[in-house]
């Protein structure tokens, strides 16, 4: 892969099952750059000292009763993994931008604004339809209420977020563009974005 160095930084913030690594996979081929989503998992993985399982279980999703331990944990000065895993995190993802590619998740966007580094944020939704049958498609949920399941997924997404970066997830302000994956497909969001940051299509 022939490096784009003209490129920014990529994030992508999204709805569970809209389709946040597809668009980084589909980005990476079309801009020459790499992307960074079960990779980061093993890269923090390296930099914390907690298990690719942990940071997988614990590393961008926080239920309610998470939350309460995590504030908890916070104010009263115990060891906190949550924390522990996002201080990793964030870690990584300014060593990352060292260099042009694209980050998913992990509050990636916020974290290289308030470090004053340039990105192009993405955020993607799609239709609660849509992510069912992705979740349907790409995970071992027999039994489970897919629709109850994805919207449950959104709102620990939703708490991780607001609780390292005192953001709400998916405002708009927060982005340089908004896009309904399950609207406009996954190839036409790749050339969208792909013609804003490369129109000359050149790697």
Not at 9 to 18: E, L
Not at 68 to 74: E, I, Q
Not at 94 to 99: D, P, T, Y
Not at 177 to 187: K, N
Request: proline fraction near 2%; glycine fraction near 8%; include cysteine.
């Amino acid at each position: 892969m022939t490096k784009n160095s003209s490129l920014p930084v990529i994030t992508i913030s999204r709805q569970y099952g809209a389709g946040g690594r597809s668009l980084a996979k589909g980005l990476s081929e079309k801009l020459g750059i790499k992307y960074y989503d079960i990779d980061f998992v093993r890269l923090t993985a390296k930099v914390s000292g907690f298990s690719e399982e942990q940071i997988i279980a614990e590393g961008e999703d926080m239920g309610k009763r998470a939350q309460f331990l995590n504030s908890f944990l916070t104010n009263a000065s115990f060891s906190n993994p949550y924390d522990k895993i996002f201080q990793a995190q964030k870690a990584v993802i300014l060593g990352l931008a060292e260099n042009p590619c694209i980050i998913v998740g992990r509050c990636s966007n916020i974290i290289l604004r308030e470090e004053g580094i340039p990105s192009f944020d993405i955020f993607l939704t799609a239709s609660l339809e849509y992510r069912v049958k992705w979740a349907a498609e790409n995970g071992k949920h027999d039994g489970v209420d897919l629709e109850k399941y994805v919207e449950h997924r959104d709102s620990w997404r939703k708490n991780y977020y607001k609780a390292y970066t005192n953001h709400d997830l998916g405002e708009a302000s927060d982005y340089h563009i908004c896009l309904d994956t399950s609207y406009l497909g996954i190839d036409k969001c790749v050339d969208i974005v792909a013609g804003i940051l490369n129109p000359s299509g050149k790697q």
